[in-house]
């Protein structure tokens, strides 16, 4: 019987990080999935996660806890989807460790991702991005914080690991102000501002002040702003955004929102999907193509190219029955 917490030890302090390169956040979340599927393991066979063994995560296990996320977690399959491409990972590494595990390792592999349907991803409105980030007060140190850190994510279309990873090194404001983002699996790219955002961060380092840590955004102690802590402050502003704006009420805004609108406005303004996912980071064009889903200029373009078929136009005769009928019904006493 092999211990499990060895392996998943090196697995994600040194395989990972180390040999493969993965970001701080990437490995945070291959912990979280492993952290449900040990708690779920553990009580399912009456032990402690400390004392699992690889034989113990078997192919029905596996099962057993995707079915667990989505029926008691209120996951979706997507989210399942990513709790298994992690297992599965994991699974080919301990494959080059343990090769007495090989057969049930391979049981494993062959379990197959669901398939599930693909909504449109949701969005906002330049009206409704304009009521949020008009929504700080910009007479204090937060508002102006507040005000610059949503607009950077929405004009830069960042993911929020992106946004709160941004260093004051990496951002230049002087002619042709821009900043330099590093995405997933360590790609940077260099993003041009707008003459509007690039106020609102020139606004934020004059009250900024000097700061002991090296990150751009920081919270009211001047350590690093968090996901969490930004999810805070957008879902404070949303709230304060749909007091003028009806259609933001009673809806939840999520960081990822204001990314997806971003795309949404540069594919309206480049009609060019590859400078989409240049801007957005995206290293699949394939990934970027949803956004084609979502807007219906594109379609309504590709309409209007088309030239109709001309049809025969007639008109509708029916049978002389039908009409006898229809003519003794209105000549009936009421």
């Known amino acids: 019987m092999t211990k499990i917490a060895p392996l998943i030890t090196a697995f994600l302090r040194d395989y990972m990080p180390r040999q493969r390169g993965y970001s701080l956040q990437s490995c945070e979340t291959y912990a979280f999935s492993f952290k449900l599927l040990f708690d779920f393991a553990a009580k399912r066979l009456g032990t402690r996660p400390s004392r699992l063994t690889i034989e113990d995560l078997d192919a029905p296990m596996i099962v057993a806890f995707l079915g667990h996320i989505e029926q008691e977690r209120g996951n979706g399959a997507s989210t399942r989807n990513l709790r298994l491409a992690a297992i599965k990972t994991f699974m080919r590494y301990v494959e080059h460790k343990v090769p007495s595990a090989l057969e049930q390792i391979g049981r494993i592999h062959a379990i197959p991702a669901k398939r599930h349907d693909q909504r449109l991803i949701r969005h906002l409105t330049m009206e409704e ?6 929504a700080p007060n910009l007479a204090t140190r937060s508002g102006v914080r507040d005000r ?17 990873g941004v260093l004051t090194e990496n951002l230049s404001l002087l002619h042709g102000a821009n900043v330099t983002i590093r995405g997933k699996g360590r790609k940077e790219r260099c993003l041009p501002l707008w003459k509007e ?7 934020w380092l004059s009250v900024r002040g000097a700061v002991r840590v090296p990150e751009l955004f920081v919270n009211a ?8 802590g930004f999810e805070y402050v957008l879902d404070k502003h949303v709230g304060k955004a749909a007091e003028t704006c009806a259609s933001l ?10 990314r997806h609108s971003c795309a949404v406005v540069m594919l309206q303004a480049t009609h060019d999907i590859r400078k989409v996912a240049l801007w957005l980071g995206h290293a699949d064009i394939r990934t970027t193509e949803v956004y084609l889903r979502m807007d219906p200029s594109e379609k309504l373009e590709a309409i209007e190219a088309v030239v109709p078929p001309e049809l025969r136009r007639g008109r509708f005769k029916a049978p002389d029955a039908l009409i006898a009928s229809l003519l003794s019904d209105l000549e009936a006493p009421a």
């Not at 991005?129 to 008009?134: E, G, M, P, Q, S």
């Not at 610059?148 to 709160?164: D, K, P, T, Y």
């Not at 102690?221 to 969490?228: G, I, L, V």
């Open 197 to 203: 955002t690039a106020r609102d961060l020139r606004a």
């Open 129 to 134: 991005v304009r009521a949020i980030l008009n």
């Open 148 to 164: 610059a850190m949503m607009h950077l994510c929405f004009a830069g279309g960042l993911r929020v690991s992106e946004l709160v």
């Open 221 to 228: 102690q001047d350590e690093p702003m968090t996901r969490a």
């Open 249 to 258: 009420r009673g809806r939840s805004v999520s960081p990822h929102q204001l």
